[in-house]
C-alpha cells in the first residue's frame, strides 16, 4: 500500500519552456503533498508543501511564479517549471501523506528534469 | 549545526556482515523517526517508522531511538549487494504542520 507514482521520469526541455510533473496517490488519499529537489550528493530540500484545494506553501527562497504547484483533488498534485532554464536542471521528487499527520511520507520515483 | 547529522560515507562491507547507520539530532522536539533507502536516480523508499524511544524490527532491518542521547540507528543483519544503497534519516515533531528534516544520507555498498 501507499504508492505514490510520479511522471514522467525523465525529461528534456529547451530553454524557455514549461514542463509539467504529475505526482498521483494511487492508494490512499492525500491532503497534503510535498515536493522536493535533490542535487546530486545532496539530500532533499524541501521546495512547497501542496495542500488539496487551496495554495501551496512555499519555502524561502522558492520562487511561486516559477514553480507552479497545482493539488487539484485527494490524488493529484501538479509541479510546473515555468520559463525553464539551464540551472533549474535537477531531480524534483513529490511525496504524499495519508490523512493523519502524524503518518510517514511515502515518495514518487522522481523525475529528472534537464534543461538545454 | 545542522538539525540532524548523518555521516555521508560511503561505508563498504562485505556481504553478509551486520550494518550499523546512525543519525544524531539535535531538536529534542523530534518524535517521529523514519529510514528512507534510496537507489540511484529513485526516490526514496520508506524502511522503518517508528514513534519516541525503542526499538523496532522488521526482518533484516531494526531501528533503534534513543532519545536521551538524540541518536537513532539503522542495523541490516546478513547484508545483501541489493542493499547498497544511500540511507536517509528522518524525523518531525507532533503538530500537523511540524516539516520532515531529513539527514544528509548515508552511501552503503555491500561487496559480494
Known amino acids: 500500500g501507499a504508492v505514490v507514482s510520479q511522471h ?3 525529461v528534456i526541455c529547451k530553454s524557455g519552456t514549461s514542463v509539467k510533473i504529475e505526482c498521483r496517490s494511487l492508494d490512499f488519499q492525500a ?3 510535498f515536493w522536493y529537489r535533490q542535487f546530486p550528493k545532496q539530500s532533499l530540500m524541501l521546495m512547497a508543501t501542496s495542500n488539496e484545494g487551496s ?3 512555499y519555502e524561502q527562497g522558492v520562487e511561486k511564479d516559477k514553480f507552479l504547484i497545482n ?3 485527494l490524488t493529484l498534485s501538479t509541479l510546473t ?3 525553464a532554464h539551464p540551472e533549474d536542471s535537477s531531480f524534483y521528487i513529490c511525496s504524499a501523506r495519508e490523512a493523519a499527520f502524524h ?3 511515502h515518495f514518487g520515483n522522481g523525475t529528472r528534469l534537464t534543461v538545454t | 549545526q545542522k538539525e540532524v547529522e548523518q555521516d555521508p560515507g560511503p561505508l563498504s562491507v562485505p556481504e553478509g556482515a551486520i550494518v550499523s547507520l546512525n543519525c544524531t539530532y539535535s531538536n529534542s522536539a523530534f518524535q517521529y523517526f523514519m529510514w528512507y533507502r534510496q537507489y540511484s536516480r529513485k526516490g ?3 524502511l522503518m517508522y517508528t514513534y519516541s524511544s525503542g526499538n523496532k524490527e522488521d526482518g533484516r532491518f531494526t531501528a533503534q531511538v534513543d532519545k536521551s542521547s538524540k541518536y537513532i540507528s539503522l542495523f541490516i543483519r546478513d547484508s545483501q549487494p541489493s542493499d547498497s544503497a544511500t540511507y536517509l534519516c528522518a524525523m518531525k515533531g507532533t503538530g500537523g504542520y511540524q516539516k520532515v528534516t531529513f539527514g544528509t544520507g548515508t552511501k552503503l555498498q555491500v561487496i559480494p
Open chain 2, 44 to 46: 526514496p523508499e520508506l
Open chain 1, 103 to 105: 503518518s510517514p511520507l
Open chain 1, 8 to 10: 514522467p521520469s525523465r
Open chain 1, 81 to 83: 517549471v515555468t520559463s
Open chain 1, 31 to 33: 491532503t497534503t503533498m
Open chain 1, 71 to 73: 493539488h487539484a483533488s
Open chain 1, 55 to 57: 495554495k501551496a506553501t
